[in-house]
């Protein structure tokens, strides 16, 4: 399949985009909007999204124009995105005679123009360590009158990548004299000694003093929120030492030989900086008790393996040593930093729901979406749709190519060229927490203070199966509310980890999206009290409540570590805990806390394919649920084409009943979709070896299972099991046994008072 919209390489990206500052307000609340335009001017007009999928087998594009006074033109400019993480330590005192220590591991030594660490002066000359290509590290010295730097190599054998290595740098800028040490971590035959190079300032530097320390960058500007880092460090910077005094020959080799030993014998340093301490902010505390902290920029990868990690330990909080290393990337981002452009405050009595700014130019277009919810305690509705916004956050601007698997595998995949988003996503180096960095490391963060060009907006779609993914398959189920009259609200992610129960409870009923596959601790958390205390929970996903995820305090960042389940990379070893929580990542079923147990169904399959429709079971009619089956004679449900996976109401990703997994004794399997092709593997959670019996047209737990379930005080469960199920909903103009069974589980949920069953 060609899809329409693909572009070639030579057009310019996104001649319009942005982002906003969070991802919901109520009435009285202000979100403040970022746009970035090529053309002098842009428009904006605020929709409320309904429908986002133009496939001309659907009900086509909805969206609701609201007259506000945000709508106009505004001057348009355009705001790049600076990426490259550095750790920094501003206002150090004025000291002449120094001595700075750390490990490093470069992993991209071959790369020219990367500074390992910079030394700045206040009369503006620097003393920086810089990989200048081939694994080459070269000592240089930039004069503060801008005259040509001096330098000198580190002869030997070159860096390797991911190595690691101590090394010392003694510096008496009085005096000129700077010598720098290293010496590679562990044995190798060709590096059992230490090697140094020399280096001397010409004329010394008298009257200079040092004031300022870089770690993995050569230079920050920092101009309003956001900051310019220049000559970014690809890899890991351990445990750094600052000393008020230079060091001799015999002190470095201490120093490079026994790193561990280094205070014993030399006395405390002036600063000592901790990377563990505060890893899920961006301060970087010095342990000295001098006071002289750092904090980080565009947040470095924390809670790393470090030179004397042994594998004896995994929690960092345990074994804080093991794990006092930062990882430095290039195209590392926590915050675009661009300026305002505008900022909307929702007004009173304004609906409930997803709606976008939507900008245009006269090359082209794009949607800021964001969620107006109520307040708590004053709903407008029985019935909420809960957004699922940390998924969004963490699939946001994913680039992985369907090409990676073999084309029998991605049936439905897209080809062409890439898209306007892709070109963007490419110009700026942004990535999802499914792709890896520059140096092949997983990225573990992801912030909103960006544009989100894929999986983020209405109308974009998966090039694995041509389909809509995220917000855009989400607005199936907002589309089918508004055609079937059943009034609602959305609340969102953010909004249950910030508040609670307390955000669910005013409603009688909550649906989830598609694909909730997110979820911090203090999600499933408030869901649990929500179902124990009477809600009501439909589970319109498939392989939801997955992985651990954590946020920062403003919501703004979300953070994963994938070292299990079905993912694109896999975290180091010893690298399974979250920097934001100091908390193992993962799959929640390995923390004991499988989706089974708040659902009643866990994932089983994947597959980019056609799925199948769900076969209905025997307890589907006689059992206290048959009243969901009301108005349906089909002993198959969803046996149709759908717009997600081309065919079944079973389809992309589903989930299964389980009881070892938690799926409470109770609970019923209403229907079960079966009879997949081998395009649909067993999860890999499941698949205990190399085998050929683990493809859907062998393999029995390579199925969706529809189940029902009460919880206390009224409370009940009903899971359809598969992303593929809301995009059937609007089939023959919404007449079909899938939109007729979740209407009835729907209105029957919303009732006050017990289940009528």
């Not at 971590?185 to 870089?214: K, N, W």
């Not at 014993?264 to 899920?280: I, R, T």
């Not at 409930?352 to 277009?365: C, H, P, R, V």
């Not at 305090?553 to 953070?559: C, F, I, K, N, S």
């Amino acid at each position: 399949m060609i899809r329409e919209d693909r572009m070639s390489p030579q057009m310019s990206g996104m001649p319009v985009t942005g982002y906003v500052d969070r991802w919901s307000a109520h009435e009285g609340q202000s979100l403040r909007f970022f746009v970035s335009s090529e053309e002098p001017e842009y428009k904006v007009q605020l929709v409320r999204l309904i429908q986002g999928d133009s496939h001309p087998d659907g009900p086509g594009v909805k969206e609701d124009l609201i007259e506000a006074s945000v709508n106009g033109s505004y001057p348009g400019k355009v705001q790049d995105i600076p990426t490259g993480s550095c750790m920094i330590v501003d206002e150090l005192p004025d000291i002449t005679e120094l001595a700075l220590t750390a490990s490093i591991m470069a992993t991209m030594p071959q790369n020219p123009g990367q500074t390992v660490f910079c030394l700045a002066c206040g009369d503006g000359s620097k003393l920086s360590l810089n990989l200048v290509g081939a694994g080459t590290l070269a000592l240089e010295w930039s004069p503060r009158d801008g005259s040509s730097p001096m330098s000198a190599l580190l002869l030997g054998p070159e860096i390797e990548a991911n190595q690691w290595h101590h090394c010392t740098l003694s510096a008496n800028l009085a005096s000129g004299a700077v010598t720098f040490s290293l010496k590679r971590a562990g044995f190798h035959p060709r590096e059992q000694q230490s090697r140094s190079v020399r280096l001397t300032i010409e004329d010394g530097a008298a009257g200079v003093t040092l004031t300022r320390l870089l770690l993995g960058a050569g230079n920050l500007e920092t101009s309003g929120a956001q900051n310019r880092i220049e000559s970014a460090f690809n890899g890991r910077i351990a445990a750094p030492r600052l000393w008020q005094r230079t060091f001799d020959e015999a002190m470095s080799e201490i120093l490079l030989t026994q790193p561990d030993k280094a205070d014993s014998v030399l006395g405390q340093p002036y600063a000592c900086w901790n990377f563990v301490e505060s890893a899920g902010t961006d301060h970087v505390p010095d342990m000295s008790g001098n006071e002289m902290h750092g904090r980080t920029i565009n947040r470095p990868t924390r809670l790393v393996t470090g030179p004397l990690f042994d594998g004896s330990c995994e929690d960092p909080l345990a074994m804080p040593d093991h794990f006092n290393a930062a990882h430095f990337h290039e195209d590392d981002l926590s915050d675009a930093g661009w300026d305002e452009s505008f900022s909307f405050t929702i007004p009173d009595n304004m609906k409930s729901g997803i709606y976008a700014m939507k900008l245009n130019t006269a090359q082209g277009e794009d949607y800021i979406p964001f969620c107006i919810t109520s307040e708590v305690g004053k709903p407008t509705a029985k019935v909420a749709l809960l957004v699922p916004t940390v998924s969004y956050q963490v699939y946001a601007n994913g680039r992985l190519d369907p090409s990676i698997l073999p084309e029998d595998l991605v049936p439905l995949r897209v080809t062409g060229g890439p898209t306007p988003a892709d070109v963007y996503l490419d110009r700026y180096g942004l990535r999802s927490c499914y792709d890896c960095h520059n140096d092949g490391t997983g990225v573990a963060m992801a912030s909103m203070l960006r544009p989100m060009t894929t999986n983020a907006r209405p109308r974009s779609r998966s090039s694995f199966n041509n389909s809509p993914h995220q917000l855009a398959a989400d607005l199936y189920i907002t589309d089918w509310l508004e055609e079937k009259n059943i009034a609602y609200d959305v609340v969102t992610d953010h909004e249950l980890h910030q508040t609670g129960t307390d955000r669910l409870a005013d409603y009688n009923v909550i649906l989830s999206g598609t694909h909730a596959e997110y979820w911090t601790a203090e999600m499933l958390d408030g869901l649990k009290a929500y179902t124990d205390n009477g809600g009501r929970f439909i589970y319109l996903s498939g392989n939801g409540l997955y992985w651990v995820t954590a946020l920062s305090e403003d919501g703004t960042l979300a953070e994963i570590r994938r070292d299990q389940g079905t993912r694109s990379w896999s975290a180091a070893p010893g690298e399974a805990y979250i920097s934001l929580t100091g908390k193992r990542g993962g799959l929640w079923r390995h923390r004991g806390r499988a989706p089974q147990k708040y659902v009643g169904v866990g994932f089983a399959s994947q597959g980019f394919g056609p799925g199948q429709p769900f076969t209905r079971t025997p307890e589907s009619y006689n059992s206290r649920a048959a009243c969901f089956f009301d108005g349906i004679d089909d002993e198959q449900i969803g046996e149709f084409p759908v717009l997600i996976s081309a065919y079944g109401a079973g389809a992309y990703e589903f989930d299964r009943a389980d009881v070892t997994q938690g799926t409470p004794s109770h609970a019923i399997v209403l229907a079960s979709a079966t009879g997949f092709s081998d395009g649909y593997q067993l999860a890999v959670e499941d698949a205990y070896a190399m085998a050929p019996f683990y493809g859907g047209s062998v393999n029995p737990d390579v199925r969706a299972d529809m189940v029902f379930y009460e919880t206390p005080k009224g409370g009940a469960v009903f899971s359809t099991s598969s992303i593929a199920w809301c995009s059937g909903l609007s089939y023959n103009d919404y007449e079909n046994n899938v939109s007729k069974l979740t209407e009835n589980v729907v209105r029957t949920f919303m009732k006050d008072g017990p289940l009528d069953l």
